[in-house]
């Protein structure tokens, strides 16, 4: 354990960025949280080439060469690269803790929205709803999460990422209590928006915990077993909710399962994880060492950009959009995410076409059919593991003192784009009743496998490429892959009963064979789109 710990200090210490005479870290080589730039960087940027050759980053704004030197004799930062309040310091064995800690989070808010799809017969018999209002159980749900990663990612960057999933899991836990007791059809529909809103935090704040806590050599481990997370719950909601209903009890009782979970989850986060963004950290060394000095000279980075109130409401809900609109990677990347993350969902209404109404299945063993596509999941994250990232690891000594660049994060997406396209042939023309029901099954397990290949690659490269302000890139994509995966299953039904599933899942795999050269162009050109970004502090 010893020597692991010193293998990733020596490799935060390659990474280590030296400071130019005005004080500021080259952005090329700074390690993912252990170096903060102030958020003005990233607003506004200038390379210049520097006589020593690094890239030294201007912001418009900051203090000039004097005022910054003073103020930088009270800039509280880490004590040295062994700081035991650094989070990268902390044991590895309470590292995984968080990171697993993190993915249950994550699964808790997958699970619930999917869950309702295995109990829709009973909603739709109690209060006289057409199918198409039934699923909207499921799609409103899926709506919050298009509102909720706009506040709680850019907040985690302002006020940290614990206060943030606490008050968030805390209102999410008593709307499922809400929709346990609704009595009306207008109130399960609200208190399902509003959950989904509040349980989006985890989706941008959980991400952002990883960064806080690994570096790039063991990230990728990590966020191998939380990408898990996102297509377990999907997978797991429909098994439990189709039991529920088979098993004769009523609805109610999975939103109470649900609040249960809610209230677990809530519990694991006020109780066991702490704190992890580096600088509301620095902002509590700041406070406590004007309190044991008396010296109020002691600032953090947080307290010297003294924003205007307009400035941080613009920055916490305008800088999400502003990186989608202004950054052609990570509008490409989202536009993949999305419609891989709406195929996903709409699953949830192909499926029961093709195994409850095809092969006359009862809903809790048509459940069972997406186990598959979670097993697949777990089999691509053991591939990542074993060969994909070891192969990243190699390439740290022969880019220090560098980092590796982001597009070493794409090679999976190479394997899994191809496949996602081959594995909606293989599900559609499999899908005859006639046909062995083990075939179109069997399916899934392939398709899990390409949509964790798919997600590991790009999740790692939107962290990679923009580091500080990785929150706000993952809250924009999950915004936008949230409205497909609302939007995609209100059509599946009309289009697999029209196309039949033959041809409807042929129009989904040709959709995606039109975007498997994304991953590929991002390998090639990516270098240089991130050299003209104004958000993306690495450079080659």
Known sequence: MTDTVDVEKQQRTIEEAPRTSSGIRTPAVTSLGSEHFRDSVADDQTVVETPGGGDEVDAPGEPQL???TERSQYLVKWDGPDDPENPKNWSMRFRWYLTMASGLLILNATFASSSPSGVLGQLIEEFHLGHELAVLTISLFVVGYCCG???????????GRKPILLVAFFIYTMFQVGSALAKTTVQVLVFRFLGGTFAAAPLTASGAILADIWDADVRGKALAF???APFAGPALGPVVSGFISVGGASWRWLFWVLTMFAGFCFCVILFTMPETYAPVIHKRKAIRKRKETGDDKYISELEAEDLHWRQRLEKVLARPFKMLFQEPMLMAITLYMSFVYGCI??????YPIVFTEGHHLSAGISGLMFLPIFLGGIMGCIIYILFFNPAYEKLIPVHAP???PPEQRLKPAFVGAPMFVIVFSWFG???????SLWAPLMSGLFMGCSVIFIFLSLFNYIIDAYLMVSASALASNTVVRSAFGAGFPLFATQMYNKLNPRWASTLLGFIALIMVPIPFVLFKFGPRVR?????APTFD
């Open 226 to 228: 939380f990408t898990l």
């Open 345 to 350: 969902y709409l699953l949830f209404e192909s």
């Open 429 to 435: 023309w499999t899908s005859y009743p006639s046909i």
């Open 531 to 535: 050299r003209t970004s104004k958000y």
């Open 149 to 159: 990663p706009l506040i709680w990612g850019p907040l985690s960057e302002q006020y």
């Open 66 to 68: 004097d005022e910054k």
């Open 402 to 404: 560098r980092m590796v």
